[in-house]
Nanobody, 114 residues
Framework: VQLQASGGGLVPAGESLRLSCAQS????????MGWYRQAPGKERESVAT???????NYAGSVKGRFTISRDNAKNIVYLQMSALKPEDTAVYYC?????????WGQGTQVTVSS
């Protein structure tokens, strides 16, 4: 499975962005899709995950502001980001885990200006 992330950019604080992660093919069975981010000088952290059962989890720092969703017909996972803050600035990565398989997409840069 190949993952292609897109949608990053430069936005002022308080604005919104929607990231997309396109999968090259659908995945059978149980899987977890996720968005992660890595800011300069910091470790990569989980932002939001979504299971194939539809259960979503969010990091405390983004809860209420970010929403992860999936378009099954298009094999795309989205991360809708609202009320962006400068501390949300990072490279955002999508990830797909299914059993022992673990796929990462390339990152997309999100920069939030104050």
């Amino acid at each position: 499975v190949q993952l292609q992330a897109s949608g990053g950019g430069l936005v002022p604080a308080g604005e919104s962005l929607r990231l997309s992660c396109a999968q090259s093919r659908s995945i059978d069975g149980f899987y977890v899709m996720g968005w992660y981010r890595q800011a300069p000088g910091k470790e990569r952290e989980s932002v939001a995950t979504l299971t194939s059962f539809g259960k979503a989890n969010y990091a405390g720092s983004v809860k209420g502001r970010f929403t992860i969703s999936r378009d099954n017909a298009k094999n795309i996972v989205y991360l809708q980001m609202s009320a962006l803050k400068p501390e949300d600035t990072a490279v955002y990565y999508c990830r797909c885990q299914s059993g022992s398989l673990d796929y990462w997409g390339q990152g997309t840069q999100v920069t939030v200006s104050s």
